[in-house]
């Protein structure tokens, strides 16, 4: 179920056709700077996981009561700090639009919290969460 996960995020960001590296990631904020990538991109990680007080199923898979995605966005603008700011405005609507409401596992995706994790030096680093909602 979760790599299922992963992989209709990283499907739906590619789709939006606006970021030139998306994948998975598991590491830290700092960590993300030193890599090479292309910007901007999107880097997906799986930040918790609940399993609840008692196991309850849906259908034949156990249900997760909590289940975080955050979506790391990176983008580099080196001209002014107001271009940087519209670019990644941008990025995160755009994400959030194309990923609330997509159906996924046994529930569907909403955006919970967005906030600004880097910023130096042009580049920007903003983490926006998700939670898997399964409630009817």
Request: hydrophobic residues 45%.
């Amino acid at each position: 179920m979760l790599v299922t996960a992963q992989e209709t995020i990283i499907q739906t960001l590619t789709d939006l056709g606006l970021f030139r590296t998306i994948d998975g990631w598991q590491g830290e904020v700092e960590d993300l700077i030193r890599v090479a990538t292309k910007l901007p991109s999107a880097h997906i990680a799986l930040g918790e996981i609940s399993f609840g007080d008692e196991p309850t199923a849906i259908g034949t898979k156990l249900s997760l009561d909590d289940n975080v995605w955050n979506i790391l966005i990176t983008a580099s603008n080196i001209r002014n700090r107001h271009s940087g700011a519209v670019e990644c405005y941008t990025l995160i609507e755009a994400a959030v639009t194309a990923l609330k409401m997509l159906p996924i596992a046994d529930g569907w995706l909403w955006p919970v919290s967005a906030k600004l994790l880097y910023a130096k030096a042009g580049l920007s680093i903003y983490g926006i969460s998700f939670v898997i909602e399964n409630e009817q």
